[in-house]
């Protein structure tokens, strides 16, 4: 055994091993790495899957449903959609319906609650109720990045400088939701010499969820109106109502 072998503890058999890097190393064994450029496309044929064994899965027989060949036979199927060619190449419509359909559906909340109402408006957040899933994203800590200022609780005196310097920060468009009765109206403190009666007296309100407290279906309720408004606002779609609606009757 060699003084090398000893040294860096390996076998006999490693003995004049050089590293990878190493200036020893034969041109040939650095491998080139071949084009990876697209050739041709892979086609999947459009068939159904069967088994190879007859006893599993009626495999071997002739399948009931054929009007998969059919497709394939008609070249108005073979074309290539990937791209959506064809009839949806071009979409007539306005910048602004665009923008008010995208913005009705990611409102982006911001992360303020006043009172108890507050509390219900966590819930509406949570796993059990999930406002997420009717396009009602998860609250913003920052109103720089909020469209919706939901007043969840009463607004004092005091805490009306800091809400509307909050409201001020958010940038257009904007919308405010009042929650709850002493957000709406001063509630059960109306008439106190530190409270706010009503919260559209420091800044504009959009919708309007009464209740002491409102549940959290309410809220959402509401979320789904102030939708309704943004989709309706520049008069597009006005027969296509958001959520569940009051009948004509009533």
Same mark, same amino acid.
């Given at each position: 055994?060699?003084?090398?072998?000893?040294?860096?503890?390996?076998?006999?058999?490693?003995?004049?091993?050089?590293?990878?890097?190493?200036?020893?190393?034969?041109?040939?064994?650095?491998?080139?790495?071949?084009?990876?450029?697209?050739?041709?496309?892979?086609?999947?044929?459009?068939?159904?899957?069967?088994?190879?064994?007859?006893?599993?899965?009626?495999?071997?027989?002739? +399948?009931?449903?054929?009007?998969? &060949?059919?497709?394939?036979?008609?070249? %108005?199927?073979? /074309?290539? #959609?990937?791209?959506?060619? !064809?009839?949806?190449?071009?979409?007539?419509?306005?910048?602004?319906?665009?923008?008010?359909?995208?913005?009705?559906?990611?409102?982006?909340?911001?992360? +303020?609650?006043?009172?108890?109402? &507050?509390?219900?408006?966590?819930?509406? %957040?949570?796993? /059990?109720? #999930?406002?997420?899933?009717? !396009?009602?994203?998860?609250?913003?800590?920052?109103?720089?990045?909020?469209?919706?200022?939901?007043?969840?609780?009463?607004?004092?005196?005091?805490?009306?400088?800091?809400?509307?310097?909050?409201?001020?920060?958010?940038?257009?468009?904007?919308?405010?939701?009042?929650?709850?009765?002493?957000?709406?109206?001063?509630?059960?403190?109306?008439?106190?010499?530190?409270?706010?009666?009503?919260?559209?007296?420091?800044?504009?309100?959009?919708?309007?969820?009464?209740?002491?407290?409102?549940?959290?279906?309410?809220?959402?309720?509401?979320?789904?109106?102030?939708?309704?408004?943004?989709?309706?606002?520049?008069?597009?779609?006005?027969?296509?109502?958001?959520?569940?609606?009051?009948?004509?009757?009533?």
């Amino acid at each position: 055994m060699s003084k090398r072998t000893k040294a860096s503890g390996g076998t006999p058999d490693e003995t004049g091993a050089v590293g990878s890097d190493g200036s020893g190393n034969a041109a040939a064994a650095i491998a080139v790495r071949p084009s990876s450029a697209l050739i041709e496309p892979i086609v999947v044929p459009n068939t159904l899957w069967q088994s190879v064994d007859p006893a599993a899965y009626a495999g071997g027989q002739e +399948s009931e449903i054929t009007h998969l &060949a059919a497709h394939d036979n008609d070249p %108005a199927f073979r /074309r290539d #959609d990937a791209r959506w060619s !064809g009839a949806l190449e071009v979409i007539p419509t306005k910048a602004d319906v665009v923008l008010d359909l995208i913005r009705a559906n990611s409102l982006w909340p911001l992360l +303020s609650g006043l009172a108890c109402c &507050a509390i219900e408006m966590m819930s509406a %957040a949570t796993s /059990r109720h #999930d406002m997420d899933r009717f !396009g009602m994203f998860p609250f913003r800590a920052s109103p720089r990045q909020a469209d919706v200022l939901i007043v969840a609780g009463t607004l004092t005196t005091k805490m009306a400088g800091p809400l509307v310097r909050l409201w001020e920060q958010m940038p257009e468009p904007k919308w405010c939701v009042a929650m709850g009765d002493c957000t709406c109206s001063g509630g059960r403190y109306k008439r106190s010499y530190s409270t706010i009666e009503g919260i559209d007296r420091v800044m504009p309100v959009d919708v309007y969820v009464p209740g002491c407290p409102p549940r959290p279906e309410g809220l959402i309720y509401g979320m789904m109106k102030l939708q309704q408004l943004i989709k309706d606002r520049r008069g597009h779609w006005p027969d296509r109502p958001i959520g569940p609606t009051v009948p004509s009757e009533v």
